[in-house]
């Protein structure tokens, strides 16, 4: 089927654009951390108390001052370079492709802490179920009660 005569369109033309500037923005700067180094001299630098350095023989020459006198009297902590070892109730897994051993409770401690929130969760949920048809119940009765006491006092 051939049309007789093609279908005319509405031809709408729509208003230039207004010209605006374009905007103008500032190049954005920003402030550089910076610091000023601290220099220690070699000469001063020891280990901390309890662990021993590179050359423990060593002493570098101490200057006698009222502060240093104060320090020798009192005695020095035991560092404890170990961590402590894990209670028993405690076991030690080895990460896969590490060197790392992590703390895992006992079998005890995590069928506990396990039920505990398995219980805790269904009681939540059925509280809520509970609660929801109560409200399903009660409101038509709440409300024939509020209308007949609303009406006896007009």
Same mark, same amino acid.
């Given at each position: 089927?051939?049309?007789?005569?093609? *279908?005319? #369109?509405?031809?709408? @033309?729509?208003?230039?654009?207004?010209?605006? /500037?374009? *905007?103008?923005?500032?190049?954005?700067?920003?402030?550089?951390?910076? $610091?000023?180094?601290?220099?220690? *001299?070699?000469?001063?630098?020891?280990?901390?108390?309890?662990?021993?350095?590179?050359?423990?023989?060593?002493?570098? /020459?101490?200057?006698?001052?009222?502060?240093?006198?104060?320090?020798?009297?009192? /005695?020095? /902590?035991?560092?404890?370079?170990?961590? +402590?070892?894990?209670?028993?109730?405690?076991?030690?897994?080895?990460? +896969?492709?590490?060197?790392?051993?992590?703390?895992?409770?006992?079998?005890?401690?995590?069928?506990?802490?396990?039920?505990?929130?398995?219980?805790?969760?269904?009681?939540? #949920?059925?509280?809520?179920?509970?609660?929801? $048809?109560?409200?399903?119940?009660?409101? *038509?009765?709440? @409300?024939?009660?509020?209308?007949?006491?609303?009406?006896?006092?007009?």
């Amino acid at each position: 089927m051939q049309w007789a005569e093609p *279908p005319v #369109l509405p031809l709408w @033309k729509l208003p230039e654009a207004p010209q605006l /500037p374009g *905007p103008v923005l500032e190049i954005p700067r920003a402030l550089l951390p910076s $610091y000023k180094p601290l220099v220690v *001299p070699p000469s001063v630098l020891r280990p901390p108390p309890g662990i021993e350095g590179i050359n423990s023989e060593e002493e570098p /020459p101490q200057e006698e001052t009222k502060t240093n006198k104060k320090e020798e009297t009192k /005695p020095k /902590p035991k560092v404890n370079i170990k961590p +402590p070892k894990p209670p028993k109730e405690v076991q030690m897994v080895d990460v +896969p492709f590490t060197d790392l051993e992590v703390p895992m409770p006992s079998t005890e401690i995590m069928t506990a802490a396990a039920t505990t929130a398995v219980i805790s969760v269904v009681a939540t #949920l059925t509280a809520t179920s509970i609660f929801k $048809y109560l409200v399903m119940v009660m409101k *038509p009765v709440v @409300k024939q009660a509020w209308n007949k006491i609303t009406k006896k006092k007009k």
